[in-house]
């Protein structure tokens, strides 16, 4: 059925969390999670502000949701990296040779970056535990004085935008959540609480996109890559130039916290802002070793990785999943709160959003699933109250080939 306007269920009043204390125990709403009413359901065609990654998730095919090449990172933004752990190579165990530490992995990042200004921290696009171990060291710099967090993901805007026109983490500095509007991978949850927290400890959020206005149409792949990486670190070696005394955290996606030039001759952004500055960042990989033990614990460099790549590199255990979730969110703290089955639909695909009572549909949820006719999968979330939004987005229907 097609719904062209949003349209209210009637209130919603549930404490839903598996394996939590009864429906007599809500006078301590603490202990998990509520939903209230009134759920807000509406059709996917009446958005506005998720249009660019619903359209992503349309295109997927909910009953062979990776014959679609690329659908890994869309998957992932609608929390089903359940789906794609099995085939991307993001997941795959590459068994890292482990290094002995002095102490936990936190500890030792900070010790060593009380030695710079500037750590950079890459993620793979398709795990959201590498945003969850961001969210804990921006925690852990924050009080030594690591003041900007400089993320690759955030909408860069043109000198001259309108006001209205500009992302909300720049228009409106002071809300404790980000917007869709604010870049392309804050749709996922987990993402968009790595801003929630920065935003509560004080971090200065910097956009250091480049965009490319004179792009050559006939650019090789190599030369695309130069350039978007020069631009990046020029805008980065700007920021520091023009605020001496900051001190940067800056979130990346894999190879551009590479710190030294490839065997050949390629050259990432941290090298390039490296050169530029003189600054000798302590770069941290997420991505080149996974799987080597059954908790985050530093490895080697890996013998294929040039010497000097990363100065930490931090390997994941193998991922596990709890009612189609990722086991890391409950060892964080989150709860598997189960979703009702007439929220299913019968064919294609339906969003589910859980946001804080009280908050406007345009920011990032505290969790977002995408949910198929016959999947039992749960919403996670940490102790508290939640109002619900769910988007149909209507039988699924191949995209058409154009001509």
């Given at each position: 059925?097609?719904i ?6 009637a ?12 429906m007599?125990?809500e006078k301590h ?30 295109a997927?095919?909910p009953?062979?949701?990776?014959d679609?090449e690329a659908a890994?990172?869309?998957l992932?933004?609608?929390g089903?990296?359940?789906?794609i752990?099995?085939?991307?190579t993001?997941?795959?165990a590459?068994?890292c040779?482990?290094?002995?530490a ?5 500890t030792?990042i900070?010790?060593?970056a009380?030695k710079?200004s500037?750590?950079i921290?890459n993620e ?12 804990a060291?921006?925690?852990r710099?924050?009080?030594l004085g690591?003041?900007t967090?400089?993320?690759?993901t955030?909408s860069?805007s ?6 209205q026109?500009?992302?909300s ?6 809300l404790?959540?980000?917007e869709?509007?604010d ?15 920065a935003?509560?400890l004080?971090y200065?959020?910097l ?8 792009q ?11 350039t978007r990486e020069?631009?990046?670190?020029r ?11 900051a001190?940067?955290?800056?979130h990346?996606?894999?190879s551009h916290?590479?710190?030294?030039p490839?065997?050949d ?11 530029m ?8 990989s997420?991505t080149?070793c996974r799987?080597?033990?059954e908790?985050?614990q530093?490895?080697?460099l890996p ?12 390997d994941h255990?193998?991922?596990r999943?709890?009612?189609g979730?990722p ?5 964080a703290?989150d709860?598997p ?7 299913y ?12 009572v ?5 920011s990032?949820?505290?969790d ?5 006719a016959g999947?039992?999968v ?5 102790p508290?109250?939640y109002?619900l939004?769910v988007?149909?987005?209507g039988?699924?229907?191949?995209p058409?080939?154009?001509?």
């Amino acid at each position: 059925m097609s719904i062209t306007t949003a349209t209210r269920i009637a209130p919603l009043l549930i404490f839903l969390t598996l394996g939590a204390p009864s429906m007599a125990e809500e006078k301590h709403p603490a202990r998990g999670v509520r939903f209230v009413g009134p759920v807000e359901r509406m059709a996917a065609a009446s958005l506005s502000e998720l249009s660019p990654t619903i359209t992503l998730l349309a295109a997927i095919d909910p009953m062979h949701p990776l014959d679609q090449e690329a659908a890994g990172q869309t998957l992932s933004l609608f929390g089903r990296e359940d789906l794609i752990a099995a085939s991307s190579t993001d997941y795959q165990a590459n068994r890292c040779a482990p290094l002995k530490a002095a102490s936990d992995v936190l500890t030792e990042i900070e010790r060593r970056a009380r030695k710079t200004s500037v750590v950079i921290i890459n993620e793979s696009h398709e795990r959201s535990e590498h945003r969850g171990f961001s969210t804990a060291l921006a925690t852990r710099l924050r009080p030594l004085g690591f003041d900007t967090l400089a993320l690759e993901t955030l909408s860069p805007s043109m000198p001259g935008t309108p006001e209205q026109y500009l992302p909300s983490f720049v228009r409106q500095p002071t809300l404790p959540y980000f917007e869709d509007g604010d870049g392309h991978y804050l749709s996922e949850a987990g993402y968009g609480r790595l801003g929630r927290r920065a935003k509560a400890l004080g971090y200065h959020f910097l956009a250091y996109e480049f965009i490319d206005e004179h792009q050559a149409a006939d650019a090789t792949m190599e030369q695309r890559i130069a350039t978007r990486e020069e631009g990046q670190a020029r805008n980065l070696a700007a920021y520091v130039h023009d605020h001496p005394g900051a001190k940067l955290l800056i979130h990346v996606g894999y190879s551009h916290a590479t710190e030294a030039p490839r065997a050949d001759g390629t050259r990432w952004m941290a090298a390039r802002f490296k050169e530029m500055t003189g600054i000798d960042p302590l770069t941290i990989s997420q991505t080149v070793c996974r799987g080597g033990g059954e908790k985050v614990q530093l490895s080697a460099l890996p013998a294929d990785e040039p010497a000097g790549t990363f100065d930490i590199v931090v390997d994941h255990p193998t991922a596990r999943f709890v009612h189609g979730r990722p086991a890391w969110r409950q060892q964080a703290g989150d709860l598997p709160a189960s979703i009702p089955r007439a929220f299913y639909p019968t064919n294609g695909w339906t969003v589910v959003e859980a946001r804080p009572v009280g908050e406007p549909a345009a920011s990032v949820p505290m969790d977002r699933i995408a949910i198929r006719a016959g999947d039992d999968v749960a919403l996670m979330l940490p102790p508290g109250r939640y109002q619900l939004r769910v988007i149909d987005m209507g039988p699924w229907r191949a995209p058409r080939v154009s001509d």
